[in-house]
């Protein structure tokens, strides 16, 4: 609610400024570890509680019903003023995206008041038949699954009458290994596959009609991650902490100048 009011305050002088006000939210592809329509549903349910949680009330002026059933009065309750408040109070929506997981039905009770039972769910990264999500990055939830990115933009586009949409974090990351020699840290070869499939999923995305306004890559520099410290190098340029914070572009940063400049794949080359 404090999101709702202060948008209409804002409205007021953004209004003068030409600006938008939007909403940023993190969310994995759920996609159903099988084909069971029980795992379908804990997928579906898994979007909710990530998606719709935020989404539902801005756009339908309420919680997902899955979330209502489950948590009753645990969420707040909105008044029809509050509804009216929320519904359409936002200009776009900001994704923050990196990975996806295979999701399993498990059927435990929602009243044990844990987030994750509550969703009857479990994320996973081996499929039923025994086939991996993708490949593994530097962090253990990190995995590489360009499809992801398309199905979840696709999902926000038909579930919330397609907003604008700009995809604001997408990355992934490498160990920070003190012992290896520079040059081997400059050559990021995983995450230039990354940036490029996971692009090209963008692209597609846009194709299938989804209003996809920008694209931000995380990150420009190596940096201090909220959970992992160092110890985790998501950047394009490489940052020397011994040395000065010094800076040196690595092969990803190389592959998106030449991506943003439209030279990449010119003349037959593949890069």
Not at 34 to 55: C, H, I, M, V
Not at 127 to 146: C, D, Q, R, T
Not at 217 to 236: C, I, P
Not at 247 to 264: D, I
Request: proline share 4%; glycine share 10%; with cysteine.
């Amino acid at each position: 609610m404090v999101g709702g009011k202060g948008i209409k305050t804002l409205d007021i002088s953004i209004d003068k400024q030409g600006g938008q006000v939007g909403l940023v939210l993190d969310c994995e592809w759920a996609e159903a570890n099988s084909e069971k329509n029980e795992d379908k549903t804990a997928a579906a349910r898994r979007l909710d509680f990530q998606l719709g949680w935020y989404l539902h009330p801005i756009y339908f002026g309420d919680y997902p019903e899955v979330m209502q059933e489950r948590l009753g009065d645990r969420l707040p309750k909105f008044s029809e003023e509050e509804k009216d408040l929320l519904r359409n109070s936002i200009d776009f929506v900001g994704l923050n995206h990196y990975t996806s997981r295979f999701i399993a039905h498990v059927p435990d009770s929602p009243e044990e008041g844990d987030f994750y039972k509550a969703q009857e769910m479990e994320r996973i990264v081996e499929w039923e038949g025994g086939e991996k999500i993708g490949e593994k990055a530097a962090s253990e939830w990190l995995y590489v699954v360009p499809w992801g990115i398309r199905k979840v933009l696709n999902y926000i586009a038909q579930r919330y009458n397609n907003p604008p949409i700009y995809v604001t974090e997408n990355g992934m990351d490498d160990e920070d290994n003190e012992t290896s020699p520079l040059h081997e840290m400059l050559d990021d070869k995983l995450r230039v596959v990354y940036f490029k499939r996971y692009l090209a999923a963008v692209a597609q995305a846009i194709k299938d009609g989804v209003d996809v306004r920008g694209y931000f890559a995380w990150s420009l520099l190596d940096n201090f991650e909220w959970a992992q410290g160092y110890t985790k190098r998501f950047g394009l340029v490489y940052v020397d902490y011994k040395k000065g914070l010094s800076r040196h572009p690595k092969s990803s940063a190389y592959w998106f100048l030449r991506f943003l400049k439209g030279g990449e794949g010119k003349n037959g080359k593949k890069d």
